[in-house]
């Protein structure tokens, strides 16, 4: 088992961990049983996962390899694992209209529009349609508003509006969808992984600041729930209608004499969401 640097779960209730590791993508049931494994050899640096609305589930390769042959691509992937469309150059880092330099991130507009934080060398977000066609991007490396330094999630609330956990920056920015910067919060410290459901409730994972899992509210900021007893977590899923949190980790460290690292935990919801600490 890998650094396990993202999660997600599938319209059907299967858990997804995308790993550091052969094989990479793992399947696994909410009692944690291994169901399926695939994906050896197809990635270089596995970083991000997501479902969209249909089903179709995305990752990031954030790294290219030495031959320049493999990675810096963001996938689409039909439900029974076909590839449906690659966006990037295989094998090629850059900053261009389809090159990237450490992809870690994607999320979807109402209309089908694609949102990729290209933040682990490059500091952007690049916009395209749902076909993959660019449309613009925007960021660059700094700490001003719509600068970035290592933008490494992104999620779009209700409103339409572009959520970028700007994660070394220690915020989370937020844009409309072509780039025009709203505000900033600060209070969920640098972010690695950002869910924000239907309801707007937003869920937060810090892995180095605070290192906590937050819950909040994604229309004002308000921070609902801090857990720094829980996981030191870089991949972040959840059930939405559970609420029950699934992590990946990566950074090796201690959570009192709990290990941490290349590990998936399972966060249940108790009854009320509780204060933390």
């Not at 150059?89 to 330099?101: H, Q, R």
């Not at 937003?202 to 229309?219: E, H, Q, S, W």
């Not at 290990?259 to 998936?264: F, I, L, M, Y």
Request: proline share 5%; aromatic share 10%; charged share 25%.
């Amino acid at each position: 088992w890998g650094e396990t640097s993202g999660m997600a779960i599938d319209p059907k209730g299967t858990i997804f961990a995308f790993t550091r590791a052969e094989p990479p993508i793992v399947e696994l049931n909410p009692a944690g049983q291994v169901l399926r494994t695939w994906g050896d050899k197809m990635f270089v640096w596995p970083h991000g996962i997501r479902f969209d609305r249909d089903g179709n589930m995305w990752v990031t390769d954030g790294e290219n390899n030495k031959e320049g042959t493999n990675g810096q691509l963001v996938y689409k992937f039909s439900p029974d694992h076909r590839i449906l469309m690659t966006i990037g150059t295989k094998g090629v880092a850059g900053e261009g209209e389809y090159t990237f330099n450490g992809p870690t991130d994607v999320a979807f507009a109402g209309n089908g529009d694609i949102f990729v934080t290209d933040g682990h060398v490059n500091a952007r977000v690049v916009k395209y349609t749902k076909d993959g066609k660019f449309i613009k991007a925007w960021g660059k490396k700094g700490t001003g508003p719509g600068e970035f330094n290592l933008p490494h999630s992104v999620a779009i609330d209700s409103q339409g509006r572009v959520f970028v956990a700007d994660r070394s920056n220690n915020r989370i920015q937020i844009f409309d969808q072509d780039g025009k910067f709203l505000d900033q919060w600060t209070q969920f410290g640098g972010d690695s992984s950002l869910t924000i459901l239907p309801d707007d409730t937003l869920y937060a994972v810090d892995t180095y600041k605070f290192k906590a899992v937050f819950i909040g509210n994604a229309r004002d900021g308000k921070v609902i729930a801090k857990y720094t007893d829980l996981s030191i977590a870089e991949g972040l899923a959840v059930d939405p209608v559970t609420r029950t949190l699934y992590t990946g980790e990566v950074r090796p460290d201690k959570i009192g004499d709990m290990p941490t690292g290349s590990t998936v935990r399972k966060l249940v919801r108790q009854n009320g969401n509780g204060s933390g600490n």
